[in-house]
């Protein structure tokens, strides 16, 4: 919430209040100075604003129309509503959203989210190459509240977007994925909400779903921004969030090829167990000591620590056949948190 803004300069839309007033329902311009009261109003939804004299009418009500409102008597009241727009995530990961996240949700690495590389559903395919149907057992995406209102405005226009890395991530209407559940992605990286009526509110999300599908290029560079436009095209708030998306994983050489690349990441992402022998013959040096197994002291009692079995070591070079390489990949995650 920390990234709110909200115009207090701006056009807010209002309408009449009671079918006995003679101000007729539209738009009201109201250019508010005072920035107290904006986010009064903001937390509020609507104000209600009561003409005393004609000088507070012109104050209030005249500037953005160069005249008092029409009919706007001594008495008479309208509700001035001001929209609000403000997205929410667990960026700190605690479990919950609270202003801890809000202070941090908008700058720096923001919410760090991992590539979505494994395979919850078991079918041979990392999650993140998965678009049309649904995950069932996804548990990747990070969840974003999306807040939104007050829905008693009847009119306006609620935008949501992802304003930089629509590479890198998706934005989703389920945890689960599917089709008809993908809201933001590169090919479709924003969406308008245009408000015909009040009913139109219900037609708009209040839980997000960011899903990383590529490494950020750099860190917080994946931003998410929310938006509500006056029906004349003028934004009157705004909130951001930002998110860095990358790969972590340990990875191993499973075809023994000398190399660990894609088709291994695609095995872990499978989980497609790793196999491998006990290190039970007894090397010694380049191309001494009993290679079958069993015979001597086995090698893996030298790589324990105790009084009577020795410090830990390598038995020479010929030891080395019976260990395995593991990619222990942080790269970008040191990349984008020490920025070298």
Known sequence: MSGVTNN???????????????????VVYSPFTNATVCTEMTDRGHLEVHYVDKV???????????????????????????????????????????????????????????????????????????????????????????????????TGTVQLAIVSGAGSIRVWLSPEKGASNLLLSASNPSTNWVLTCVSSWAEIPTNLWVEAVSNSASAGDCILAARFLSPDGNALCADTNVFTAFRIGLTPDYDRDGKID?????????????????????????EDGSDVPGEGRPDWRDSM????????????????????????????????????
Request: charged share 25%; glycine share 12%.
């Open 8 to 26: 207090a300069l701006g056009w807010y839309w209002t309408t009449r209040r009671a079918v006995d007033q003679t101000i007729t329902n539209g």
């Open 56 to 154: 507070t009418q012109d104050m209030d009500f005249g500037g953005g129309l160069g005249a008092p409102v029409a009919n706007a008597a001594p008495g008479k009241r309208v509700d001035v509503y001001v929209p609000l727009v403000d997205l929410d995530n667990d960026v700190n990961r605690d479990g919950s959203m609270d202003a801890a996240d809000a202070l941090i949700e908008s700058v720096g690495l923001g919410a760090v989210v991992l590539l979505n590389g494994d395979d919850d559903n078991t079918n041979g395919m990392p999650d993140s190459s998965e678009v049309e149907s649904q995950v069932s057992g996804e548990n990747d995406l990070h969840l974003v509240r999306f807040t939104r209102g007050p829905e008693s405005m009847p």
């Open 262 to 286: 894609d088709t291994d990441r695609m095995l872990v992402s499978m989980g497609e167990p790793f196999r491998f022998w006990v290190n039970d013959d007894n090397d010694d040096g380049y």
């Open 305 to 340: 620590w105790g009084v009577c079995l020795g410090t830990y070591r390598v038995d020479g070079v010929r030891d080395f056949v019976d260990f395995f390489p593991v990619l222990v990949d942080l790269k970008a995650a040191l990349t984008h948190e020490t920025g070298n």
